[in-house]
């Protein structure tokens, strides 16, 4: 007889009838799954805030609440609901707004059996609540990616991703380090974690060695890099050996700095106004630091974002050439 305490309690979602049963179909044989399935996302809406869920599976187009607004439910009602999302779309938009939606992992259709029942293992296969999302961002020199994308980290992190920012070489012009003692608590503003390994900033293998073990730890859904044309030597170093590093990331993107060249092209464009009181608070520990960079300078930051809002309704805006995703 199946012990009743044992019994994970799966919410399915999907509006298409015929991709219900084929899921339904992969997912029957794993042991102890007791499957709900809901045609549209009211309903779901209505059982989520009603009954206790071991996991939700959910399709992000929906009839009625669409699963983006059903993944932010979920969140609101269990904070530690792991949720599987499934999508038919492929851009990196939409699986980035899945994400910040509060979703855990995320399949693209059409489904795999294999892959489909091991997301599922993965995520009620423990006691211990979902993995974190993870995303990873790479700097040439320390302030790099607080400047670049700092904006962009700080809404990933409020959506509930694990944050890492890693800067890889030393500052040539800050020969006292004040940087580096600026960039715990620049991290820290944006609800990020700073990864600082002295010993490789001025040592390209253990650089090398520094971005494999965070990939490999992470396992980042999304990797941050300086653009590839930049005419600062450590910030092509930074991009080099990142992108050679991130073949299996889904989603690979390129932001600017001071020294970007004018071949730096974004097509990728993020809102980030209501995160650029943070962003310039997280530079402002360089300057209170002592670290006196001009690229720095948090009215910088401002005028940057509104340049590039221009291209995007005149929001402020950071922008991102797309190397992967």
């Given amino acids: 007889m199946t012990d009743p305490s044992a019994t994970i309690r799966v ?5 298409a009838f015929d991709e219900a049963l ?26 989520l805030r009603g009954e206790p869920w071991s996991l939700l599976i959910t399709d992000l187009d929906l009839p009625g609440l669409d699963g983006f607004e059903l993944c932010r439910i ?11 999302a499934l999508t038919g779309y492929t851009a990196v938009h939409f699986q980035e707004e899945a994400f910040r939606a509060g979703a ?23 006691g211990e609540g979902p993995t974190r999302s993870a995303v990873l961002a790479v700097g040439g ?15 990933h992190a409020v959506g509930g991703a694990e944050v890492v920012i890693a800067p890889l070489c030393r500052d040539e012009m800050d020969d006292a380090g004040r940087g580096l003692a600026g960039a715990g608590r620049a ?23 520094v971005v494999e073990r965070l990939l490999a730890d992470l396992r ?15 910030r092509r170093e930074a991009f080099r050996i990142v992108k050679a590093a991130t073949g299996t990331v889904p989603s690979v993107l390129a932001y600017q700095t001071a020294t970007s060249g004018l071949d730096f092209r974004p097509s990728r464009f993020e809102d980030v106004s209501e995160q650029i ?7 402002t520990a360089y300057m209170d630091a002592g670290a006196n960079r001009l690229d720095l300078a948090p009215r910088m930051a401002q005028a940057y974002a509104r340049y590039w809002g221009r291209l995007h309704r005149f929001a402020e805006v950071e922008p991102f050439e797309v190397i992967r995703g």
């Fill in 74 to 84: 979920a969140r609101s009602v269990d904070p530690k609901l792991p949720i599987l």
């Fill in 141 to 155: 020199l320390v302030g790099d990616v607080e400047m670049g994308c700092g904006g962009t980290l700080r809404k």
């Fill in 22 to 47: 084929q899921v339904r179909g992969y997912l029957e044989p794993l042991e102890s799954l007791d499957i709900t399935h809901s045609p549209d996302g009211d309903h779901a809406a209505a059982l």
């Fill in 104 to 126: 855990t992992e995320l399949l693209s259709k059409p489904l795999q059996r294999d892959q489909l029942k091991a997301a599922v293992a993965g995520l009620v296969g423990t």
């Fill in 187 to 209: 991290a820290e503003i944006l609800g990020a974690r700073s990864v600082i390994d002295e010993a490789a900033l001025d040592d390209t293998e253990r650089r090398m060695a």
């Fill in 277 to 283: 009181i943070d962003k310039m608070e997280a530079l």
């Fill in 220 to 234: 980042p859904r999304i990797v941050f890099l300086p653009a590839m044309d930049d005419s600062h030597p450590a």
């Fill in 11 to 15: 919410l399915f979602v999907e509006g």
